[in-house]
C-alpha cells in the first residue's frame, strides 16, 4: 500500500484504480501508528476514489531524519579518496567493517522538501552530489512502518576536507529530499530492489547509475537497533540508509540540473536543483 501527503490531507493509492483520503486521525498524525499496515488495509474497501491526484508534499509530519553512511562498498571507497588528506584512507575502511555503524543526524521537516520542489546546493561549496537512498519510516517503538526514497545531498569538498565538517556537508536548508509517497508494506524489501538514478543537464543526461539493496552491508534493522539505542523518537522517524551510487570525481551538480531517483515498488522522486 502506497500512501501520499497532499495539501488536503494523507491519501491511500491504489484503491479501485485511485485515491482515497485517510481519515484525520485524533491525535493529528498518521505515520507513528504503530499499526499503520493494519489500519491503512482496513481502510482499502472503504470508499470511492478521488477523480483526479493531488501533488504529492514531503511524507513527513513531525519526524526527525537521521541518515546512515558507508553502508555500501562504493561510498567506503569514494570517501577513502575524498578525505585522503584528513585520513579518511583509515576511519571510513574502519566503520565499513566495524558492528557499530555510522548515523547521523541529517533533517528536520523546514529543511526537507518533497517531490518537484527544490534541492540546494551550499553557496561556500564547490563539490556538490546527490545520495539516492532508501529510507526507512520508523514507528517511535523502533518499527519499520514503510519505505519512502531519500535524497541525502551532500557537500563533498566540505566533508572530505576534515570528517568534523560532516554536519555541514549534510545539514543546510533544502539538502534532503524525500518521497513521493509511503510504500506501507509488513515484511523487508526483496534484496533484488534497484535503486536508479538519473541527473539531466540542459535536457540530456548527465549522470546514471544504479544499484540493488543486495549491495548494501548492512541490514536496515541493524541500523535501526543502533539508532534507537539510548535514543528515543517521541514522533518516530525516518531513516536513510546510505548511497551505493555515486557520481565520478569530476562529476558537480549545477543549479538547473533535475534530480530523479526511481526505487523499485516505491517509485520516482524528481527535483531539479536550485
Ligand atoms: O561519512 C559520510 C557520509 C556517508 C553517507 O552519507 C553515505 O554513505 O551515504
Ligand atoms: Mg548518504
Redesign the pocket.
Known sequence: MRIYRTEIGWELGGVHGGRIPVPPQISGRLTNREDLYEYLAGLEGDAAPHSGERAPLAPIEEQEVW?A???YFR?RTA?MAESEAAGGMSFYDRVYTAARP?LFFKSTPHRTVGPGAPVRIRRDSKWNVP?P?LTLLVSPNAKILGYTIGN?M?SRDI?GENPLY?PQAKVYDGSCALGPGILVVNEPLPSKTAIGIEIRRAGSIAFSDGTTLEAMKRDPAELVEYLFRENSFPNGCFLLT??GIVPPHQFTLASGDEISITIDGIGTLTNPVA
Open positions: 541518515a553512511g558507508v553502508t561510498s570517501r555510522e545520495e537512498e541525502d551532500s566533508e560532516l546510505g548511497t
